[in-house]
């Protein structure tokens, strides 16, 4: 793994460090919407916090995008690391940060990428809530903050009545809460494309990856090459997913076959278990109106056995454009029951293009893909160009590893491509 971009004090003791190959840095060019980091790994022999980048890639599984050793956890620190990480990135910025509520890491966040949603980790906020409530009904109230599908019209409503029974707006924890609910409250992230990223547990199992190879009297290049391998399994199970979504054959089992069958062609095998379990909710959907408005078809729709949800759905036929009011295509990437029933009223046999997310397909990193780059002299032509032989290097040598039984055993194939 090339170290990309490094700082030395003038002492000549080592400073802040950063470090990703190209096929990290091509990854982050397709996955990078979604950027988690953690640094709570330490495990070395200076003791310095060792930060893990990752994402999740189209088989909704952990990519690591690079790894970050710094001095300390200040702000100064941490504003270096985001600085150089968007160099090293071609300055492509993510639209959403993941992280632990760590004030440091807060404050370079806002300062390095202010025009991305930050979202405080999951985990996190449930154990910081443990640690200060006691009151077991409202420790369930800000379980149902953090995970239920609410509007922020229920959620203040929720959170007054919550504050004049406990006592909230008189404790310095609960206001401090009140005023970063746009970092954890699900109504405030609903809207906000997260890829999946709920927590930080993501960047915590690499960190347990990473005890296999790691040792505490590691030295900084024994660090890195121990880091490396961790790197390189995740890119052989990636390997494994795609070959497997390429190979395998999806039964079709919902009542839409046409549409289950194109899905089914587009996307990953992971994504497609998603969609396939929305496709049969349309049966718990009830139509109770339906009206024409120029060439768009209105639809309005109830939750069978919770008639007080309403959603309206629409269908323009002359753009193709599905839009739905619950917004959770914007969430999830992938369309919802809601915009599935609206295909099948409209008789329509494929998933219109429009809703469909490349990070998601089973071809978003195929080398015609990255072709259309080519004429780019930038140094993000050249990682697309780098890319496109290292994706047709590794999956050359996978399908002869796997397929074919061409490598010897024991040969560490993809360390000729990392």
């Known amino acids: 793994m090339a170290v990309e971009k490094y700082s030395v004090t003038c ?6 460090l950063i470090w990703a190959d190209e096929a990290s840095r091509v990854d982050y060019q397709y996955f990078g919407d979604v950027l988690a980091f953690d640094s709570t790994y330490k495990k070395n022999k200076y003791k310095r916090p060792v930060v893990i980048f990752s994402g999740t890639n189209n088989h909704k599984k952990t990519t690591i995008f690079g790894f970050g050793l710094l001095v300390d956890e200040s702000v100064g620190a941490y504003r270096w690391m985001l600085e150089t990480l968007m ?3 071609c300055v492509k ?14 404050k370079a966040v806002s300062e390095v990428l202010p025009s991305a949603t930050y979202r405080l980790c999951a985990w996190h906020v449930e154990k910081n809530v443990t640690s200060n409530v006691k009151d077991v009904e409202l420790r369930g109230l800000f379980k149902r903050w953090l995970y239920a599908e609410m509007g922020k019209e229920d959620f203040e409503s929720e959170w007054d009545r919550a504050a004049s029974v406990y006592g909230l707006r008189e404790k310095q924890w609960s206001c401090h809460m009140y005023d970063k609910k746009h970092m954890w409250a699900s109504p405030y992230l609903r809207d906000k494309f997260c890829a999946g990223y709920r927590t930080t547990s993501r960047c915590e199992g690499i960190n347990a990856h990473v005890n296999k190879f790691s040792k505490s009297t590691h030295t900084i290049y024994e660090l890195v090459q121990s880091l ?7 890119r052989y199970r990636e390997l494994q997913l795609q070959f497997q979504s390429i190979n ?16 089914a062609t587009v996307y990953t095998r992971e994504v497609l278990r998603d969609v396939k379990n929305e496709i049969e909710g349309v049966g718990a959907l009830n139509q109770i109106n339906k009206r024409r408005i120029l060439t768009t078809m209105v639809y309005t729709v109830e939750e069978y056995e919770n008639p007080n949800v309403q959603i309206t759905t629409s269908y323009g036929r002359s753009t193709r454009k599905v839009s739905c009011q619950c917004n959770l295509w914007s969430k999830h990437g992938y369309p919802y029951k809601h915009m599935f029933f609206v295909l099948k009223a409209g008789h329509l046999k494929e998933i219109p293009d429009t809703l469909i997310l490349r990070r998601w397909r089973a071809d978003a990193k195929t080398p015609e893909h990255y072709t259309e780059t080519w004429g780019d002299v930038t140094e993000y ?33 993809n360390s000729v491509f990392m």
Not at 93 to 106: E, F, L, S, Y
């Open 11 to 16: 002492d000549k003791r080592l400073a802040n």
């Open 87 to 89: 160099e090293i990135m």
């Open 93 to 106: 910025k993510p639209a959403v940060v993941v992280t632990d509520g760590d004030k440091a890491m807060i």
């Open 228 to 234: 490396e391998m961790v790197a390189r399994e995740y």
């Open 248 to 263: 395998s054959v999806s039964i079709m089992t919902t009542c839409l076959t046409n549409i289950e069958r194109h899905a």
């Open 381 to 413: 032509g050249v990682i697309f160009r780098h890319g496109a032989l290292h994706s047709a290097s590794q999956w050359l040598f996978f399908f002869l590893d796997t397929k074919v039984g061409l490598v010897p055993d024991g040969y560490a194939w």
